[in-house]
C-alpha cells in the first residue's frame, strides 16, 4: 500500500486489507508513506474527538441531501487499526513492483504529507489529491495550514514529467498529454494568482479584510469541470495564504485581543434597542440580499439574547438561507451547523 497522504479517507481503510491477509494466512500489507504521515495519526488520536466534530460539521450541509452518514456514530476518528507507514522517506523514493519502476515524490499541497507516484515506463500519473476534480482543498477553514505556492509547484513538476494518463484520487482519470498538461496548468496559474495577490496585498499593508474582498478568481475559470468551488473556495484559499505568511492576526487592533462576543453583541443590542431590533434588521438585510451583513447581525442578535426561541427561530432561517445560496461543501456545512445550533434552542422544551 502506498499513501499519497494521511487523511483518513486515504489511510482509514487500511484495516481490512491487513484483516483480509490475516485471513487468508498472507503476509500483511507492506505500507509506504511520507515520514510525516506517523506524526499526523498522532495528532489524529490526540485530537479524535475534534476530527469527529470538525467533520460533522463539514458535510452536514449536504448530509440530508444526499443521504450521506458521514461521521456519525463514531468513537475514533481514525479507527484504531489503521496501519502505519513500514517504510518511509522525505524526498523522493523509487522502488519496483511486478516488475514496474514506480517513482514517489513528496511535496506540500494539501498536507504536509503528501506525495504523486509517477511510473515512467508507462508514463501514468498518480497525483492523490493534488487534482480532485474541483477547485483545490488549499483553503478548507476548518483544517490546519495548506500551501497553496507550493501545491502549484507541484502541479509544475508533474507536468514536466509528460504524463499520458493522470489518476486523481477523486474523480475521474485523464487520458492525453495535452489535456492532461492543460488541467494542470490551470490549477497551478490558479493557485500562483491567488499567491501573487495576497502577497502584493500583504506588502501593500493591506489588512485581511480588504484582501479576502478583493482577490478574485475569473468567473470563468471557475466554470471549467475540474475548477468548480463546490468542496473548497477561493476565498478560503486566501485566508490560508495569509495564515501562512501573516500568521492569525487579521490587522484589527479590537480582535487582536478582543473582548468576547456575547459582551460585544449586548452592548450593540442596548444601542439598537434591544436583540429584537438587530435580528429585525437582519431579516430586512436577508430580504434585501445582503445575506453575508445578515448573518453578522443574527449573529450579534444571537449571542445578545442566548436562549431566546423566536431570535434563535430566525437565525436559524437566515443561516439556512445562507447554506441554500453557498455553492462550496464547506460553507454549506458550517452554515448548516449553525442554524442547526439556533433550532435547537428555538425548539428547547
Known amino acids: 500500500l502506498v499513501y499519497t497522504h494521511g487523511h483518513a479517507d486515504h489511510v482509514g481503510g487500511s484495516f481490512a486489507f491487513a484483516a483480509d491477509a490475516t485471513s487468508n494466512n498472507h503476509p500483511k500489507p507492506h ?21 469527529i466534530r470538525i467533520n460533522q460539521r463539514q458535510f452536514g450541509g449536504i448530509r440530508s441531501d444526499m443521504g450521506l452518514n458521514i461521521g456519525e456514530n463514531l468513537q475514533r476518528f481514525l479507527p484504531r487499526a489503521t496501519m502505519r507507514p513500514d517504510e518511509t522517506f522525505r524526498e523522493s523514493h523509487i522502488f519496483k513492483a511486478g516488475g514496474t519502476q514506480i517513482e514517489l515524490h513528496h511535496a506540500r499541497g494539501e498536507t504536509d504529507d503528501h506525495l504523486w507516484a509517477w511510473l515512467p515506463e508507462k ?58 498538461a492543460t488541467v494542470l496548468d490551470d490549477i497551478a496559474t490558479s493557485l500562483e494568482s491567488l499567491v501573487t495577490q495576497v502577497i502584493e496585498m500583504m506588502n501593500s499593508g493591506e489588512t485581511l479584510d480588504t484582501i479576502i474582498h478583493t482577490v478574485r478568481v475569473p468567473q470563468y475559470i471557475l466554470d ?30 479590537s480582535r487582536l485581543k478582543p473582548a ?26 436577508m430580504a434585501g440580499g445582503d445575506i453575508r451583513l445578515a448573518c453578522h447581525l443574527a449573529d450579534f442578535a444571537g449571542w445578545a439574547a442566548p436562549q431566546d ?6 437565525r436559524a432561517t437566515i443561516y439556512e438561507q445562507r447554506r441554500k445560496a453557498e455553492l462550496s461543501l464547506m460553507s454549506k456545512g458550517i452554515f448548516k451547523g449553525a442554524a442547526r445550533e439556533s433550532k435547537a434552542i428555538a425548539e428547547k422544551k
Open 31 to 51: 505500507v509506504i508513506g511520507h515520514e510525516n504521515v506517523n506524526a499526523r495519526i498522532d495528532r489524529y488520536t490526540q485530537t479524535s474527538d475534534w476530527n
Open 123 to 180: 508514463k501514468w500519473l498518480f497525483s492523490g489529491d493534488f487534482v480532485i476534480w474541483n477547485y483545490p482543498n488549499a483553503g478548507n477553514p476548518q483544517k490546519v495550514q495548506r500551501y497553496a505556492f507550493e501545491w502549484a509547484q507541484a502541479l509544475r513538476r508533474m507536468i514536466e514529467q509528460g504524463p499520458e494518463l493522470l489518476v486523481p484520487a477523486h474523480g475521474l482519470p485523464i487520458e492525453g498529454k495535452a489535456r492532461i
Open 260 to 285: 468576547p462576543d456575547a459582551q460585544v453583541a449586548t452592548e450593540l443590542a442596548k444601542l439598537s434597542g434591544g436583540a429584537e431590533n438587530l435580528m429585525a434588521r437582519a431579516l430586512e438585510l
Open 309 to 314: 426561541a423566536a431570535i434563535h427561530a430566525n
Open 224 to 253: 471549467k469541470p475540474y475548477m468548480r468551488p463546490l468542496y473548497d473556495e477561493p476565498e478560503f484559499v486566501v485566508r490560508n495564504i495569509w495564515r501562512l505568511y501573516g500568521g492569525w492576526w487579521d490587522g484589527a487592533a
